[in-house]
């Protein structure tokens, strides 16, 4: 088993440009999520999504987009880049909208925005 | 909306002595979680309480779930460096999807 997987696992952007953030789960969860980890605020929900299809906001989405196309991916875009982007993005997943059984997180994506 | 705060943000103790971190949340949670993320590492999950006033033990970690279901604390015994990381609480509200997580407190432990 895989787990979640996240690619990249580094990136450096320059202000403006877009990318993706890739996000797989092969755990066959219904839920997954997206949250930014910043030094001294904990983690914070992106936004989320209960099954293929349906996504919503958490607490910090301005300038992030996802969609949920299939069970197993979860893509979080960013339109165009800040600096105020720079952070650690961890993608998370788990069986029941719930999270009954705890979240399962990939490893991490590291991004700067120069 | 639902705040979860965590203190303290830092402790550093010796090897052997005690550690406890606390969790407070402005509004009733249905359950809560606790998680620890080593140093350069990602969130792993510890466990889940969901009953008032609910204790549960992992060898030398006590999690426990106030009686309001509004707080909630870990303590860990004669702490060992294979402790030292961050430790997260979250939890979730009655009626949402959301986990929000606590700031986090970061232990390091002196050998």
């Known amino acids: 088993n895989a787990g979640v997987t996240q690619t990249p696992k580094f990136q450096v952007l320059k202000t403006g440009q877009s990318m993706t953030l890739q996000c797989a789960q092969d755990?066959?969860?219904?839920?997954m999520s997206w949250y930014r980890q910043d030094p001294g605020m904990g983690l914070r929900l992106i936004h989320y999504?209960?099954?293929?299809?349906?996504?919503d906001q958490g607490e910090v989405p301005n300038g992030y987009n996802v969609s949920r196309s299939t069970t197993e991916d979860f893509p979080l875009r960013l339109l165009s880049a800040a600096p105020s982007q720079t952070s650690v993005y961890f993608c998370?997943?788990?069986?029941?909208?719930?999270?009954?059984?705890?979240?399962?997180f990939g490893s991490g994506t590291r991004l700067t925005v120069v | 909306g639902q705040q979860v705060m965590q203190i303290p943000q830092y402790q550093h103790v010796q090897e052997g002595e005690d550690f406890t971190t606390y969790c407070n949340s402005s509004t009733t949670l249905s359950n809560i979680q606790w998680y620890k993320q080593r140093p350069g590492g990602h969130p792993v999950f510890l466990i889940q309480l969901v009953k008032s006033g609910e204790v549960k033990k992992q060898k030398r970690l006590t999690f426990q779930f106030g009686e309001a279901k509004k707080n909630s604390s870990l303590h860990i015994t004669a702490t060992q460096t294979t402790d030292v990381g961050t430790y997260f609480c979250?939890?979730?509200?009655?009626?949402?999807?959301?986990?929000?997580f606590g700031a986090g407190t970061i232990l390091r432990v002196k050998s």
């Open positions: 755990m066959n969860h219904e839920y």
């Open positions: 998370a997943s788990s069986y029941y909208p719930t999270g009954g059984y705890g979240y399962t």
């Open positions: 979250a939890g979730r509200g009655r009626y949402g999807n959301k986990l929000v």
């Open positions: 999504s209960v099954g293929a299809g349906i996504t």
